[in-house]
């Protein structure tokens, strides 16, 4: 066995939607329904101001249309209704790229 299933931690990627508010060359303002995030790099997709995009690591990664966006706003909201405001704001921070967990 490579490794110990006890001491592997599993990590899962999240990318979370945000609508475009501004654009600067390859740089995006984007927000995600009250927590703006600047310098999201948008090279990889072709968005436009208004435009919702999945955004993972500081990377937009794919533009989705709204609906879909809403969808998966929804679902996050399901996910974390327990959780403290706090508790949701860096796990959302963390999965686009804004600031790293502390272990």
């Known amino acids: ?6 001491e592997v931690e599993i990590f899962t990627c999240v990318a979370f ?5 501004e654009i600067n060359g390859d ?3 984007v927000d ?3 927590v703006v995030k600047e310098n999201v790099i948008i090279s990889l997709v072709d968005a436009k101001i208004g435009d919702y995009v999945l955004v993972h690591a500081g ?3 794919q533009v989705v249309d709204e609906e879909e966006a809403k969808k998966m706003i929804e679902l996050w909201e399901e996910m974390t209704k327990e959780l403290p405001d706090e508790k949701k704001i860096a796990d959302l921070m963390e999965a686009i790229g804004g600031i ?4």
Do not use: Y
């Open 27 to 29: 740089l995006a303002k």
């Open 32 to 34: 995600f329904g009250g």
């Open 100 to 103: 790293q967990r502390k272990s």
């Open 59 to 61: 990377f937009a990664i």
């Open 1 to 6: 066995m490579l490794w110990n299933k006890e």
């Open 17 to 21: 939607p945000g609508r475009v508010i």
